[in-house]
Nanobody
Framework: HVRPEESGGGSKQSGGSLTLSCKVS????????VAWFRQAPGKEREGVAA?????????YGDPVKGRSAISQDENANTTVHLQIHSLTLDDTARYSC?????????????????????WGQGTQVTVSA
């Protein structure tokens, strides 16, 4: 069984930055894609970023492209960090970490939430002016 666990989030100021972390535990011997999704009240869930832990290839959703970075922890190879800079009120949402184990030539790019079987509890991020 695979279990993602988020940390970080909270209240942030507009224009500031945030760092979210996702620690993945359990059976992690396969190829792993770790993704962040977010959902604001009244809106659909949207992809934020993803990282293939095998190739370390990052992928970014349009809402955060150019102002975010997703990376593997230097000391824990199944922990992923997501930084988002230049925060706006539109970044207010519940952020969830999701994981899928895969084989073959699959990749993390532009994957839909239903393709991820393992989810964390989520962490709230609230950006204020």
């Amino acid at each position: 069984h695979v279990r993602p666990e988020e940390s970080g989030g909270g209240s942030k100021q507009s224009g500031g930055s945030l760092t979210l972390s996702c620690k993945v535990s359990g059976n992690t011997l396969s190829k792993i894609c770790v993704a962040w999704f977010r959902q604001a009240p009244g809106k659909e869930r949207e992809g934020v970023a993803a990282l293939d832990l095998g190739t370390l290839t990052p992928y970014y959703g349009d809402p955060v492209k150019g102002r975010s970075a997703i990376s593997q922890d230097e000391n824990a190879n199944t922990t992923v960090h997501l930084q988002i800079h230049s925060l706006t009120l539109d970044d207010t949402a519940r952020y969830s970490c999701a994981v899928v184990l895969y084989t073959g030539g699959w990749n993390c790019q532009a994957r839909a939430p239903y393709q991820f079987p393992y989810w964390g509890q989520g962490t709230q991020v609230t950006v204020s002016a």
